[in-house]
């Protein structure tokens, strides 16, 4: 099986190309002449009455709601400027049995030069000003937009020019601006988490397939909340058929509302075998809103490297009684420094809402304003605090944190020793050449045993071991010490926070693998 995301259809022969020579998991074009789109005069001509917005009232069929939401579809067409010959290097390998074949087709009659590229996609039209939503693949790169309505829909006949407003790779969502002397028809966001939007519930699925032009399928939502590859994927799968082409256009629920943008497929084939992917208004609704208002987005930051808990964890954390939350790794310079927030502080809460993980509370973060305080409650030592964050701007401040820490220690020269199942050694220089370590303090793992729980949790020569019990360790005898208070209270495992790369995670070691005693 591949994700495939649904995008244009192109009319670049190197797309043929790159289907004959190469096997990718993510296929973001098809080869398909424009002209294959099917007259859209099929399209019903009769419609209700214009659209201010929402439909207030629920249709009794498919047909009524197709009429009343299809003015405010689109068909997208992207014009691209693409490089004669040289854009085949690299793309055929040199003595491929398509090679003289391509280079014929690249230097035979208006080849030879830049050639160019035409796509397909969809969208919908948000405000009668003319704003559109659509993704960003299907524009990404475009040199001219233009945008057509359905013939019959009352919107207008002709080709409209439309301008990038902005784009979100993040999201895969991108906003169009076209112009008309008249207001246009649209079509607003519904609620992704509502009614309407439930696991079994009728939605209806618009758009260009294939490029064959205004066309229709209907399903039900299959599952919500599906995460494929983003930091901020929030996804409603349905089993209504979307195929290529369908890319930025509208998942409608029965009330004539948009819940999802049209993104993605699952597939081994490139075609629908009713696994479809749509970002959920919920995300686009403020990517949009940032987008109408800025051209860019700006997301909240906190500034910190966070983690999920296991269930191993648990016990390991005086306070926690079950794998919830989530909790920090590290905290470099920014927001969460500012305010006070340590690695190995557990979020419970963000404005009063329950964090289930790590996932959930990226994506909070990123939908909160940049300047925003937000109130956190937070699980440090046994006791829960509230710790109030500004918060920064992810696009800018991000890049500059991580890896971020100034702390320079050096470790005394002392010998090392065997723990659980750990081979260990202070930091040295020769230690800090061989396994490519940063400045920080710690023990360094020289050898795991094969057969102790810490192999089994994918430890490997080379970690640098900074933490244990959530209190920094530089030798064995604070880290046997820290053992020994857990002991002492009861725990079934100790809480370890090692680096690997320059990248901090928590993870949890049993207490009964083998002897604690150090030699």
């Known amino acids: 099986m591949r994700i495939t995301a649904i995008a244009r259809s192109t009319t670049d022969p190197r797309s043929l190309l790159a289907g004959l020579a190469l096997s990718t998991a993510l296929v973001l074009s098809q080869t398909l002449p424009a002209a294959a789109q099917v007259d859209p005069a099929t399209t019903p001509a ?48 040199e003595g491929s049995p398509f090679e003289d074949f391509f280079n014929d087709l690249e230097n035979g009659p208006g080849g030879g030069g830049p050639q160019r590229s035409s796509a397909l996609g969809s969208g919908f039209v948000i405000s009668e000003d003319g704003f559109i939503v659509t993704n960003n693949h299907v524009i990404e790169g475009a040199d001219e937009i233009e945008i057509e309505f359905f013939p019959g829909s009352g919107q207008p006949s002709e080709l409209l020019p439309a301008t990038l407003v902005g784009t979100d790779p993040n999201t895969d969502i991108a906003l169009l601006k076209v112009e008309y002397p008249d207001p246009l028809k649209f079509v607003e966001f519904g609620d992704s988490n509502g009614i309407g939007a439930q ?73 629908s075998i009713g696994i479809g992917f749509a970002m959920s208004a919920e995300v686009v609704g403020t990517v949009i809103d940032q987008l109408q208002e800025f051209g860019e987005t700006r997301r909240g930051w906190l500034g910190v490297r966070i983690q999920d808990l296991t269930p191993d964890m648990v016990s390991a954390i005086d306070g926690l009684d079950t794998a919830r939350g989530a909790m920090v790794t590290d905290v470099p310079p920014g927001p969460a420094e500012e305010a006070g927030l340590e690695s190995g502080d557990v979020i419970l809460t963000y404005e009063g809402t329950e964090i289930a993980d790590t996932r959930e509370l990226v994506r909070m973060v990123g939908n909160s304003a940049v300047g925003a305080v937000v109130p956190m409650q937070v699980l440090r030592a046994g006791e829960e605090i509230t710790i109030d964050v500004t918060l920064g701007r992810r696009e800018t401040d991000e890049a500059t944190a991580f890896p971020g820490s100034d702390t320079e220690e050096e470790a005394p020269a002392e010998s090392g020793g065997e723990i659980l199942g750990l081979t260990l050694s202070p930091v040295t220089p020769e230690l800090t050449e061989e396994y490519s370590l940063d400045d920080r303090a710690g023990l360094v793992i020289t050898a795991v045993d094969p057969a102790s729980d810490a192999a089994s949790k994918g430890l490997v020569a080379g970690d640098l071991l900074t933490d244990a019990g959530q209190q920094p360790v530089t030798t064995i005898e604070e880290l046997q010490a820290r053992i020994d208070d857990a002991v002492d209270a009861g725990q079934t495992s100790v809480l370890l926070l090692v680096r690997r790369g320059g990248d901090p995670r928590f993870l949890a070691l049993s207490l009964d693998d083998g002897s604690t005693d150090s030699e």
Not at 47 to 70: N, Y
Not at 201 to 210: E, F, H, R, S, T
Request: hydrophobic fraction near 40%; aromatic fraction near 4%; charged fraction near 10%.
């Open 199 to 271: 696991v079994g519930d009728w939605v209806m699925a618009m758009g260009n397939p294939l490029g064959q032009g205004f066309s229709v399928s209907a399903g039900i939502v299959s599952a919500r909340n599906r995460a494929l590859s983003g930091t901020y994927d929030d996804y409603i799968q349905t089993d209504a058929a979307i195929n290529r082409g369908n890319s930025g256009g509208p998942l409608f629920n029965m009330e004539g509302q948009v819940i999802g943008v049209n993104t993605a497929i699952l597939s081994p084939n490139g075609g």
């Open 46 to 93: 009769e419609t209700t009455e214009a659209l201010p917005g929402s439909v207030a009232d629920r249709p009794l069929t498919f047909a009524d709601l197709a009429a009343q939401v299809s003015p405010s579809v689109v068909n997208i067409t992207t014009s691209t400027t693409v490089a004669g010959n040289d854009g085949l290097q690299g793309i055929v390998p």
